[in-house]
């Protein structure tokens, strides 16, 4: 097995873990908070508001992410969004809210239990203008030229190969459209035992690029307008991800904006 395939094995199983847990009955989740309550919790860190967690549907939050993409995303009436690595659907939920009755949301995820329950979520609000495909972000199951503005939450990271990821973006995005992405950045070089730890790189941390990659990758993709901005304060829970690792030294979360050139008038 080559060392993507085991990435991809590891997040596969990592994120099947997450969709099918149960709630927790003793540990850090027991007490007088509900799931919900410490996951919504985790979504004000991140930028949300109290209103955006309590609009989504039971079980769409799943206490994930890095940021809150669709804040940057400037998502209008009408629009069509997709979501890279959807989950359980928290943030694709947030942007059908927003497209309304007249736009439309893709959630694409490469686990087929989050899948599973991104899709039943739909039905607990009958929401028709939201479809979740089963799919990896490096080979989307959407048509060309079908998106107005793509969003993501702490998942580009995850990729064996971001620059096909870019590519995909760009095949799907409408001319003008644009990326509104929350995701983690390297700050430091990591050591050589971080780089070798499949769980670490699943835990989105070892597998994530420096800035001046990142915007390299997105000028090769064709993309402009490119915005990487850290943001110092996501310290604070990053050094939560992964216990008995001193994570918050080396990787930053930041919001990352950049568009697909409009089509030209001559």
Not at 100 to 116: F, L, P
Not at 164 to 180: D, H, I, N, S, T
Not at 213 to 219: D, G, I, S, Y
Request: charged share 25%; aromatic share 4%.
């Amino acid at each position: 097995m080559s060392k993507q395939e085991e990435l991809r094995k590891q997040i596969r199983k990592t994120y099947g873990n997450v969709a099918t847990a149960t709630p927790s009955s003793s540990g850090c989740c027991s007490g007088a908070q509900s799931e919900r309550e410490l996951a919504n919790i985790h979504a004000e860190r991140l930028g949300y508001s109290k209103e955006e967690a309590a609009s989504v549907p039971e079980g769409a939050n799943l206490g994930l992410g890095c940021g809150n993409p669709s804040a940057i995303a400037a998502i209008q009436p009408g629009e069509t969004v997709l979501d890279l690595g959807a989950g359980a659907g928290f943030d694709a939920f947030l942007a059908l809210n927003q497209v309304g009755e007249t736009g439309q949301v893709i959630g694409v995820d490469m686990t087929a239990e989050m899948v599973e329950n991104a899709r039943a979520n739909a039905v607990k609000i009958g929401a028709e203008n939201i479809d979740f495909r089963l799919g990896e972000i490096e080979h989307l199951p959407v048509a060309d030229r079908k998106v107005d503005v793509i969003i993501s939450n702490c998942v580009i990271n995850l990729s064996t190969d971001k620059p096909q990821v870019f590519a995909e973006a760009m095949r799907v995005l409408k001319p003008g459209g644009r990326l509104a992405i929350s995701d983690v950045v390297a700050t430091a070089e990591f050591p050589p035992e971080m780089l070798d730890d499949a769980e670490l790189y699943s835990c989105c941390v070892s597998g994530a690029s420096t800035i001046d990659a990142l915007e390299a990758m997105l000028k090769d993709a064709g993309f402009v307008d490119i915005s990487i901005a850290p943001k110092g304060d996501s310290r604070e829970f990053i050094r939560e991800w992964a216990p008995g690792h001193v994570v918050d030294e080396y990787i930053r979360s930041a919001a990352i904006e950049a568009k697909k050139p409009a089509k030209s008038c001559c």
